[in-house]
Every structure is written in structure tokens, then in C-alpha cells.
């Protein structure tokens, strides 16, 4: 996998880059509905905050995985960690403000970040709910990550854990050779551990992300195949299942432009625009904590360097009353959480 990440030529170079390449291709190419169009036809915009629950921390773009469609652009050769002592900037914010519930740890491989443990136990002996985003092969990778189902457990963190699909063509296509056998037996680690098993409120849920440039099927009815096929072939229990939108930024964005699917793409996403999916989208409940401590409206401002629209940019400088009475920072990705049934980092949104 380190191998295939070196051999990546990809055609964006940077963020900046990015964004001038959607802008020229929105404004000359391929003009779009403006997604504010959109927000504004249906009393949504300005786009702003309802009330700050979810406190979401990048710990860094190390990973040891190469997702075609990570939108993080995550990798084995990422260097960018957050350092402990900006994680203890966040146990300041996360002791003053009670309001702020839950914590998700995200990265890369969030687990690779050397204060990753201890980071997990200051914020549970915080009372917060935990949610962390594991690859699950990050439990196979290193005899140091074998036991981390018993440590999740001990802290009764929420797992989320993608698997792309439940047959091993399908998920290798998306994430790597050997990736779905991996991904099978770090479940049934913790499936052993009691994740996902009825009766020990362990939550284990899957993400499901499209392996092309097309929408998710029904959440519902995804989850519903999962757990069959997973339950039939490998005896492996979990919770619930996530469908999550792919949004046409970094790898994905790559792929769109060089398989000359981004037109079609964008127009299957402006089409299912869903207002009721736009009144819920993450941003409004969510603040994203990138590894050196700036701060976002969403993951995926993140990792397009678009930092809220006010003078609380740090987590240093952290201001409930402004961030509460800020604008959200949108564009065209946005119609990727607002097409069909929505999209968040929990799934759907209606």
C-alpha cells in the first residue's frame, strides 16, 4: 500500500488547487446552481449553528491504509500529528463546556497518534461519550494495536469502522489487497470483546461509502444486507450501518476529474439536493478540530483549509459565543451531505 502511495501521480496538487480548479469548472465549464441557491430557496440560508454538541478531533493524516476515496488524503508517509499539547487545549474546552457531549476522534488512523491512549482516557474520565473512527486493519497492523478492543471496551468507546461492502472484491477494489480479510478478523476481535452483542451496550457500527461516482443505496436497506451477509458468512454482529455520500474532494475529487465522471457526478448530486437533509446537516451541531488545532465547520472544510467564519480560529482561543453565532462556510461539495436521504459522519440524515 505505501508502495501505491508513492506511485500516485495525482492531478491536484493542494487544496488551494483544488478549490480553483471546482471554481473554474462551476463558473465556465460547468456552470451550477450556486449551492447558497439552493439554502436560500429553501430559508436555509446564511447556513448557521444550532447548538454545539459534537466536538470532532483529527488526531492526524497518518494512516496505515490508502483509501481510493479518502477524502483526508491519508497515507503511511502523512507526517501531520496533533501534538499532546494541543490535545490538552481541548481537555480545557471539553472541561468548560458541559454542552459539548461527544467526542469523535477521527484521523487517518486516529490510533497511530502516540497520545492516542492517553488522550482516550483523559476525555473519558470527563464523562464524554467517545466515538472512534477505526479502519479496523489498524488492529492487524501492530502487535501494540491488538488489544485496543479491550481498551475501546474498558472506556465503553463507540466504534465506527468502515467496511465498504461485505464481499472481498468490492472492499480490496476500494481499500487494498487484503484489506477485507483484515477488516473480517479485527470484528470478530471485537465481536469477542462484546461489541456489537446484544445486551452490553458496546455500540460497533459500519460505514458503508460507494465504491464509484454514484450515490448510496437506502441506508436502511444496506443495513439490512449487511448484517445478513456478514451474519451468513463470517458470524459477525454489529449495529448499525452508516451510508455515507463520497464528497468530490481529494482522492475522490482525483478520481472524478481523471475518469471524466465529475460533470455527471455533480449533476446527480445537485439533483437530489433534499431540504430536509440541508436543515441537518452536521455542521450545524458539530465543530471539527484539525490536528493543529484550527478549527472547521465540518471534517470536510478540513481538509479544504476553510476555517470558520470568525475570530475564534483556534482551539486556543475557543469562544462558544462566537462560534455559536457564526455563518457556516459552504460550497459545492456541501450538496454531497444535502442529496437524498442526507449524508453526515453518523449517515443519513432524514
Request: glycine share 6%; charged share 20%.
Amino acid at each position: 500500500m505505501i508502495k501505491s502511495l508513492k506511485a500516485r501521480k495525482s492531478v491536484l496538487a493542494d487544496v488551494s488547487e483544488q478549490i480553483h480548479i471546482l471554481e473554474d469548472r462551476q463558473r465556465n465549464e460547468f456552470p451550477l446552481v450556486p449551492f447558497q441557491q439552493k439554502l436560500e430557496q429553501s430559508g436555509l440560508f446564511p447556513l448557521r449553528p444550532t447548538d454545539l454538541q459534537v466536538f470532532q478531533v483529527n488526531l492526524g493524516k497518518m494512516c496505515n491504509q490508502v483509501c481510493k476515496h479518502c477524502h483526508v488524503d491519508a497515507g503511511p508517509d502523512r507526517k501531520e500529528i496533533m501534538t499532546r499539547s494541543t490535545m490538552q487545549q481541548c481537555l480545557e474546552v471539553l472541561r468548560a463546556h458541559p454542552q459539548l457531549t461527544t467526542v469523535d476522534l477521527t484521523g487517518g488512523a486516529p490510533e497511530m497518534n502516540p497520545d492516542f491512549r492517553w488522550f482516550v482516557e483523559e476525555i473519558s474520565d470527563l464523562g464524554k461519550h467517545i466515538i472512534v473512527r477505526c479502519n479496523l486493519t489498524i488492529l492487524l497492523a501492530n502487535k501494540k494495536y491488538h488489544d485496543l478492543p479491550d481498551f475501546y471496551k474498558m472506556h465503553r468507546v463507540e466504534v465506527v469502522s468502515s467496511l465498504p461492502f461485505y464481499t472481498r472484491d468490492r472492499t480490496d477494489r476500494q481499500r487494498g489487497d487484503g484489506v477485507f480479510d483484515d477488516s473480517i478478523q479485527a470484528l470478530r476481535w471485537l465481536n469477542q470483546a462484546g461489541y456489537g452483542m446484544d445486551g452490553t451496550n458496546l455500540i460497533l457500527n459500519l460505514v458503508y461509502n460507494p465504491a464509484g461516482s454514484f450515490l448510496p443505496a437506502a441506508q436502511e436497506a444496506l443495513e439490512s444486507e449487511y448484517k445478513q451477509a456478514l451474519m451468513k458468512d463470517f458470524g459477525i454482529r454489529f449495529n448499525n450501518l452508516f451510508a455515507i455520500t463520497n464528497l468530490p474532494i481529494s482522492r475522490f475529487l482525483d478520481y472524478l476529474l481523471q475518469s471524466g465522471n465529475y460533470e455527471r457526478y455533480m449533476e446527480k448530486l445537485v439533483a437530489a439536493y433534499n431540504p430536509a437533509a440541508a436543515a441537518n446537516v452536521m455542521c450545524r451541531n458539530t465543530i471539527s478540530i484539525g490536528w493543529d488545532g484550527y478549527l472547521y465547520d465540518c471534517d470536510f472544510n478540513q481538509m479544504l483549509d476553510l476555517k470558520v467564519s470568525c475570530s475564534s480560529q483556534h482551539i486556543s482561543d475557543f469562544d462558544t459565543g462566537m462560534l455559536n453565532d457564526r455563518n457556516i462556510i459552504i460550497g459545492q461539495h456541501c450538496y454531497g451531505c444535502t442529496a437524498g436521504a442526507g449524508s453526515s459522519c453518523g449517515g443519513a440524515v432524514v
